[in-house]
């Protein structure tokens, strides 16, 4: 099993910037992927960003793209995901995700295995 834990959300206004972190621990040798999903009130959970764990291919959400950089460390087995130019539209609950059979990039909620229990982000106007 793999475990995973998100800290470092909170409250932030329009424009700042807030680096998210996922500590994994257990049989992180099994993982392909990584990623961060992030759901708000009311909609379904959505595909924000990935990263091939033993690679440097790294994918993102449209909406994302050009203000969120994901990256990894190895060493400590830590995912991140560093937001900038925070919109109030980024408010929602940020989780990371672990792919361990896949083998292969996906936005697919049902393509990983293993779930955060999530951290709030919440961006003001």
């Known amino acids: 099993q793999v475990h995973l834990a998100e800290s470092g959300g909170g409250l932030v206004q329009a424009g700042d910037s807030l680096r998210l972190s996922c500590a994994a621990s257990g049989r992180t040798f099994t993982m392909y992927t990584m990623g961060w999903f992030r759901q708000a009130p009311g909609k379904e959970r959505e595909f924000v960003a990935a990263?091939?764990?033993?690679?440097?291919?790294?994918y993102y959400a449209d909406s994302v793209k050009g203000r969120f950089t994901i990256s990894r460390d190895k060493a400590v087995n830590t995912l991140y995901l560093q937001m900038n130019s925070l919109k109030p539209e980024d408010t929602a609950v940020y989780y990371c995700a672990a792919d361990t059979t896949l083998g292969s990039y996906s936005a697919r909620i049902s393509d990983y295995d293993y779930w955060g229990q999530g951290t709030q982000v919440t961006v003001s106007s």
């Open positions: 990263i091939r764990w033993s690679g440097s291919s790294t």
